[in-house]
């Protein structure tokens, strides 16, 4: 009787009708993660096995001994024996505020484990990676899950994923104090080993550019956000927890630093990460690559008004409005006889956000018949009535 | 989605039962050095019973009651020492191992209590007592996982309850076992405890609870062999039985005849002060009845002779016991209580 009443706790706690066919991308390294372990134990018991359940969960505390939620559940399986339970952490007078956090994390971690990036599946977001940002990360705050993804040859392939917590009041954070984690497109900025921080951070620490321009224009605020560890004596915690961090075990932000690469590597934040098939993918790539080689070409041609054509009412650039923008580039272009731009090391990244937003991140060679230059650009293209317009430009 | 509400069969956390009546005692001397432990004389019964092992160092009965000594002495050590030989020479008896877990588990050591336990049941599958005990030992080990998934220190909780436990098992029980069981046995081999449950099925069974149905709950399993006023008795013990299980005191109280002859020969107003103390204090008290076999002396004459499962929140004991009755002006009273059938 209390087998079943686990199973059925268990079962239910992961039945999202999620497709039974999703799995791990095909040449991922798959390590054996605690949540590996801890979805081994779950289909254990979803096929009777108690005993080897029980087993297995031993065998995960051994490895991860403080891993809080995998001792909740090895006292369910002990319990079990002895009385039926109905629940996941059936600790008998314990408040239930004590357990809802654990509770949470069982059903995300599962969650997560049943619900595997599709292999040949793409996040929208990573239209195209710059050839030396070898990895992006991409975070889901709903799944509390970090997904690495590798750049192969433009295509982002799968690497690993891992849990984290978020914001304790969830996501797209507006203002300093609100303890929600932004939604956007960032980059690892700072690289800050254990030695320079409490143990409340735990192995290390990335900070992440938030608030990013667009934020900026948004009038968002507050600051150090950050990808970082965990206290030396916590593994578990709930998915909602930070103060708006992205939050992974030691060991999985380890891992994580091995690939992670300041000033380069993308951090894409979303609520809810939008998958796409590796077609349509590659349909918005092109249709928005598309856009921006008008943009460059409408440039060069010298049509000032077809090239401003590209800007939003809203634009904006540091120090300078479309007016602004708009008569100083009638001014400079009225003095070029010709021009030429070269786009190299792009970067196309989706943001997660519901604007409809991409950042573009490019070099820019401009020559002309009396003056050459190289920037870094940074570019916010904005999806308004029916077509793409840039609101925000500037170096970086 | 199904997520059944059970109700639990058993929420409070039970110490557990130590088994005292596993090996019947056939040599006269070891009776009396049973006896002698029985009246409070651990000292004296260690003395005899190693003089009885200096004859007959291989002697399970033997060792077995000096274990027991040493449970009474607060020698836990000593006592795990004397458990593990003796199931280290007598693998196939489930009681040392039992008892063995009984002592690890009011060490806090519940993982071993548990190894234990299973070996016990091992041996013998139907083994009504060690099920029992193994479902306590479960739930303690739960709780400790559960103490540490929500970083709770359990830790002094714990040690508490190791001391109270190995007190209350020994000096004061509401009735201390016997090994005088009836009919002597010769082998090592020992009687299994009165009810005898079916084989179980798997280790995770709980048995004990819910086979050996008790005659407090069933009063239509009523043995037939208690004839004419052996019906009246039985029913004067059920009511007994049934009100300590209330701990109503008062009503208790009032089962015990006039002349009751206190077990220590204490004063009358003395016991009544300790019984009083002692029923009223646990959350929770279930005594029930079970095998019960009445033998009418005379007409006002009888004598009870019963397996007692006694629960409480923190302690459950299983044990043989004797009420000697009188009727007096046509109610059946309690003149004698004794532990032992």
Known sequence: MSRQTLTCVLVAAVAFGAPSTLSPAKGARIEVTADALLAGVYEEIVRGHLEAALQDIEGLIRVRPNFRLAHLIKGDLLLARARPINTIGAAPNVPEANLEGLRAEAFARLRAYRERPPADRVPRYLLQLREDQRYAVVVDTHRSRLYLYQNDGGTPRFVADYYVSSGKNGALKVREGDEKTPIGVYHVTESLPRQKLSDFYGSGAFPINYPNEWDRIQGRNGHGIWLHGTPSNTYSRPPRSSNGCVVLANSDLDALARNVQVGVTPVIISEDVEWLSPEDWASERTSFGKQLEQWRADWESLDTERYLAHYSKSFSAPNQNLDSWSRHKRLVNGGKSWVKIKVSNLSMLRDPGKEGLVLVSFDQEYRSNNLSNTVKKRQYWLHEDGRWRIVYEGAV | ?341
């Open chain 2, 1 to 341: 989605m199904n997520f059944m509400a059970r109700p639990s069969t058993r929420l409070a956390v039970p110490l557990f039962a130590l088994v005292i009546s596993a090996l019947p005692v056939s040599a006269d001397d070891l009776q009396d050095i049973d006896r002698l432990l029985k009246q409070g004389q651990p000292a004296q019964a260690l003395e005899r019973v190693d003089q009885y092992l200096s004859q007959k160092p291989k002697d399970a009965k033997g060792r077995f009651i000096k274990g027991l000594i040493l449970v009474e002495q607060n020698k836990a050590a000593e006592a795990i020492e004397v458990f593990a030989a003796l199931s280290r020479d007598y693998p196939e008896l489930p009681e040392p191992y039992n008892n063995l877990a009984v002592l690890y588990a009011a060490q806090g050591q519940y993982e071993k209590a548990r190894q234990q336990l299973e070996m016990s049941i091992r041996t013998h599958p139907s083994y009504a007592t060690a099920y029992e005990n193994l479902g306590d030992v479960y739930t303690k080990l739960a709780s400790q996982a559960y103490d540490k998934a929500l970083q709770f220190d359990s830790s002094n909780s714990t040690a508490k309850n190791k001391l109270s436990l190995i007190r209350d098992l020994i000096s004061s029980g509401p009735a201390r076992g016997s090994s005088a069981a009836s009919g002597a046995s010769t082998g090592p081999t020992p009687a299994p405890p009165a009810a005898r449950p079916a084989p179980a099925k798997s280790a995770g069974t709980k048995l004990a609870a819910g086979q050996e149905k008790s005659v407090s709950t069933k009063p239509a399993e009523k043995p037939a062999r208690a004839q004419g006023g052996g019906e009246e008795v039985l029913q004067t013990v059920l009511a007994w039985a049934g009100a300590w299980s209330k701990q109503n005191v008062e009503s208790y109280l009032a089962f015990y005849a006039q002349d009751f002859k206190t077990p220590k020969g204490e004063a009358r107003a003395e016991w009544e002060a300790a019984r009083r103390q002692r029923i009223s204090s646990p959350k929770k008290i279930e005594v029930a009845v079970e095998s019960p076999k009445v033998t009418l002396k005379d007409q006002n004459n009888a004598v009870v002779s019963f397996r007692q499962a006694y629960r409480s929140d923190n302690l459950n004991i299983r044990s043989s016991k004797t009420l000697v009755m009188v009727r007096n002006e046509g109610r059946w009273l309690i003149q004698q209580e004794r532990a032992g059938g």
